[in-house]
């Protein structure tokens, strides 16, 4: 079935890590777009009609129908548009992904937020947790993902994981400089350390 | 393409509703299965084996392999037997699906566990958290993604049939123990009669336990994290009221 053009608009903030996901699977997939960049102290009227559920970018609208939730998002760009797949095949592999995928946001996003928030003890603690749970992310897609050849999770080519991780390096780089503390260390997430440093180098990523 | 039905076990708990999804998903794929129950306060080995990021039931083991989170199993299930699929063939339907399920466990079970857990105040403030997370559900039913369908799915249990009934049952059981409204069919009539027709499914009532022992189940948790809370220790409680919301 020869795939129908689609009129594609992504509202989107310049520092979500979240717009930047979808932002790049897209690009990935040579997928033309409209980008509409939404002042988050100053939401639109379609962005607020888009997604009365969470009011929150991103929201893909494709043909006029709106999709919220960035993994939804992600996932819904893979159906659709199947070249290069962000998922594997295999069921048991695609569940692997689509377990870790879920856990960066159940298990890594809470205490980034927590950091961002929080001082003292709080904030230490919040340090912590995020830092043993990069290295579960890490122990776990190293056994029952990553077959090593190339520099992303997926190998040679970017995939789903390696598209939320790598989305996620400038907002943690810029994290650690505002917190002063070290959250992602190489000697200890070596694979995401690679994912994310070749996933902002890629082109589609770097370009305009 | 589709594999035998060879070796499937399930780990779940026997009142938790993420267990229920599966079961439930395999039983309209009409998959034979071994279950092993498991006590959540107190993970058995395979469990532990087999989760062990969460340590949580459910767990589902095919090939001597595991496969945990529930919408994620169940993903699983529909993709390894492809025959009577649950979710929709086409994409935006695909992401119009899983937006409600992360809605159901992001938003709706979280405000729904915490009237279990609650009472004065905030009790007050969860209930009206699930009146508004139902009229978000109601007015889709209504007026929006599923309008004038039967189930979620269409004319068959889809996907999210099976994530938001199998738990929307705590709904009357907490009305009762914690003598709340929650789900009255004048405020939400369409959801209220998609959940009767849901419940009223035949593989549904093999599924869900019997209401008496969930009122029974939910009475004795209430009581203990009463108790509890009065003398100022109750997380393992939560975590049992939590994992069963």
């Not at chain 1, 795939?3 to 509202?11: G, I, M, R, S, T």
């Not at chain 1, 505002?178 to 690679?194: F, H, I, N, Q, Y």
Request: charged residues 25%.
């Amino acid at each position: 079935m020869a795939d129908q053009p689609k009129e594609v608009k992504l509202y989107g903030h310049g520092f979500s890590g979240y717009c930047t996901m979808v932002n790049s699977a897209l690009k990935l997939k040579g997928v033309a777009f409209e980008y509409v960049e939404e002042d988050l102290q100053n939401k639109s009227e379609a962005l607020l009609r888009l997604n009365p559920v969470y009011k929150k970018v991103p929201v893909l609208v494709v043909d006029g129908e709106p999709i919220a939730e960035s993994l939804v998002i992600l996932q819904y760009i893979d159906d659709v548009w199947k070249n290069p797949p962000l998922l594997p095949e295999d069921p048991y592999q695609r569940a692997k992904v689509r377990f870790w995928a879920d856990y960066v946001y159940q298990k890594l996003v809470p205490p980034v937020y927590r950091i961002r928030t929080s001082e003292g003890d709080a904030r230490k603690k919040a340090e912590e947790e995020f830092r043993a749970n990069l290295i579960t992310l890490e122990d776990g897609v190293r056994e029952e993902l990553w077959s090593a050849g190339g520099s992303f999770i997926n190998g040679e080519k970017p995939g789903l994981l390696d598209v939320i991780m790598g989305s996620c390096h400038t907002g943690l780089k810029y994290l650690e400089d505002v917190a002063g503390v070290k959250l992602v260390e190489k000697d200890r997430t070596p694979l995401l350390c690679s994912c994310m440093e070749a996933f902002v180098e890629l082109d589609v990523v770097k370009g305009p | 393409m589709d594999q035998p039905p060879s070796s499937v076990k399930l780990l779940g708990s026997w009142a938790d509703s993420h267990t229920h999804r599966v079961q439930l998903a395999l039983k309209l794929k009409g998959l034979e299965f071994e279950y092993q129950e498991e006590d959540f306060i107190n993970p058995s080995p395979a469990l532990l084996l087999h989760n062990p990021v969460y340590k949580k039931v459910p767990a589902l083991l095919h090939g001597g392999r595991s496969i945990v989170e529930s919408v994620v199993i169940l993903q699983y299930i529909d993709e390894t037997w492809t025959d009577n699929p649950i979710m929709p063939a086409d994409p935006f339907e695909r992401a119009v699906t899983r937006f409600w399920c992360h809605f159901t466990d992001d938003k709706l079970a979280p405000a729904v566990g915490l009237v279990f857990s609650s009472s004065g105040e905030g009790q007050k403030a969860a209930v009206d958290q699930v009146h508004e997370n139902l009229k978000l559900l109601e007015r889709e039913l209504k007026d929006g993604a599923f309008k004038g369908r039967r189930f979620f799915g269409g004319d068959k249990i889809g996907l999210l049939d099976i994530v938001l009934g199998c738990g929307s049952y705590w709904l009357a059981v907490f009305e009762e123990v914690m003598e709340v409204k929650l789900i009255d069919p004048e405020s939400f009539p369409v959801f209220h009669a998609w959940l009767r027709d849901f419940e009223e499914q035949q593989e549904v009532k093999e599924t869900i336990p019997a209401i008496d022992r969930l009122l029974e189940y939910a009475r004795g948790i209430r009581q203990m994290m009463l108790s509890l809370s009065n003398s100022s220790s109750s997380s393992s409680i939560n975590n049992a009221a939590a994992s069963s919301g």
